[in-house]
């Protein structure tokens, strides 16, 4: 196996990319190599000490790949339990092993024997490199300052302020590639607790919804999480809405999209536009984007204001029975059609014209021709509650 070990590396290669730990680490420049290099020099460190002393224990393998090996996984931002894949390729070098095995003998005594000293050696090696690893992994983070959340998150502070950085520096020092398209959200929980699995969560549905391999997360504060998601293709945002599970506690609030250092400003800003109004929200509404308010965004820039257009707008309607607005409001966007809002709202067609009749009824000037501000009025009352609700 010494003379010829292209078929264990092949073997165990196959082995550890396709364990599912390893998929986020998989597109990330540099692991691949730093894997593969890692893997030939434990099986030849385990292999050369099992020549010269079978059977013997092996001592843990500190070589230069795998110390290589922990810098890459620290520089790109993973934790070690990214090395369990290690277990992946120990099992496929086993089977690899017994194999050959069988080719060497057919005495099921000398098999046994073999078989047994082999998969004892195999087994505490790869145990006692893996520990070694852990803490190498735990010095190095602990050395290598790139990699304390303060100095990432004023990196990304700098870009959110368009601070004079280039985008190659910046992506260095945030270990993201800002180049790519990105979408943002804001992911927070009202509950003043400090368990973060909720967050964890929700940040979570999101790659998935999204196909995200590794999302760059910051921690904003204890109950809030800033998250960017990239991508080389356009994100289909209703595919998102519609596939996106956040579990109970958390909340998320979505951006626009965009690329480079200014999408990935313009993004985030949108989402804290989109988490701002949500706040007004019932806590039961999880998940906003900003496709979705991002006309309410703007129209209440001024929130003082925009709250005298609603009343002059809807007049009594505004505060009135919610029903008839939100009648009114599926009724305008869906063409002006009783038929359509009938199909949305699931109500028959003569509720919705006597909703209708009551709703213009309350409004203080005729529909016709001022569809635009009422539809607008409505809009703003939807997401933020109307002139009563702050």
Same mark, same amino acid.
């Given at each position: ?34 894997? $593969? ?26 070589? =230069?790949?795998?110390?290589? /090996? ?101 992506? $260095? ?91 990935? @400003? ?13 706040? @007004? ?40 029975? =919610? ?8 009724? /305008? ?11 949305? /709202?699931?109500?028959? @067609? ?11 009824? /309350?409004?203080? $000037? ?15 009352? $939807? ?8």
């Amino acid at each position: 196996m010494l003379d010829n070990p292209k078929e264990v590396y092949r073997a165990v290669d196959d082995a550890v990319m396709a364990s599912p730990g390893w998929q986020p680490a998989a597109s990330e420049p540099g692991l691949l190599e730093a894997l $593969q290099a890692s893997i030939r020099a434990n099986f030849s460190h385990w292999a050369t000490a099992n020549f010269k002393t079978p059977g013997m224990p092996v001592t843990p393998n500190l070589g =230069p790949e795998n110390v290589d /090996l922990a810098r890459e996984f620290v520089r790109h931002g993973f934790d070690s339990g990214i090395l369990t894949n290690f277990h992946a390729g120990q099992n496929a070098a086993v089977q690899t092993w017994t194999t050959m095995a069988f080719e060497l003998t057919s005495d099921p005594d000398e098999l046994r024997e073999l078989i047994a000293v082999v998969n004892r050696s195999i087994f505490a090696y790869i145990d006692d490199t893996l520990a070694a690893l852990y803490e190498m992994i735990d010095n190095e983070r602990g050395q290598n300052p790139d990699v304390d959340h303060a100095a990432r998150m004023e990196a990304v502070e700098l870009v959110l302020q368009g601070a004079p950085i280039s985008l190659k520096r910046a992506s $260095q020092r945030i270990r993201y590639d800002l180049g790519r398209r990105h979408l943002a959200a804001v992911v927070w929980t009202d509950d003043a607790g400090t368990d973060p699995g909720p967050l964890e969560r929700a940040v979570t549905a999101l790659a998935q919804a999204t196909g995200s391999v590794r999302p760059l997360t910051i921690l904003a504060s204890s109950s809030t999480m800033w998250v960017w998601v990239s991508s080389t293709e356009e994100f289909r945002m209703a595919d998102i809405r519609e596939n996106l599970d956040v579990g109970p506690g958390a909340r998320v609030a979505i951006g626009s999209t965009g690329a480079g250092l200014q999408g990935f @400003r313009r993004s985030h800003l949108d989402a804290v536009s989109t988490q701002r109004l949500m706040r @007004r929200l019932p806590a039961d509404t999880r998940i906003a984007t900003y496709d979705e308010i991002e006309v309410v965004a703007l129209a209440t820039a001024d929130m003082e204001r925009a709250m005298e257009f609603v009343g002059r707008t809807l007049g009594p309607l505004a505060t009135d029975d =919610p029903e008839l607005r939100e009648t009114l409001r599926m009724y /305008l966007r869906v063409g002006s059609s009783t038929t359509h809002a009938a199909k949305a /709202l699931f109500a028959h @067609r003569n509720t919705i014209v006597n909703r209708l009749e009551r709703a213009r009824a /309350l409004l203080p $000037q005729p529909l016709e021709g001022r569809t635009l501000q009422v539809a607008l009025a409505l809009e703003i009352v $939807q997401v933020t509650g109307g002139p009563s609700g702050d």
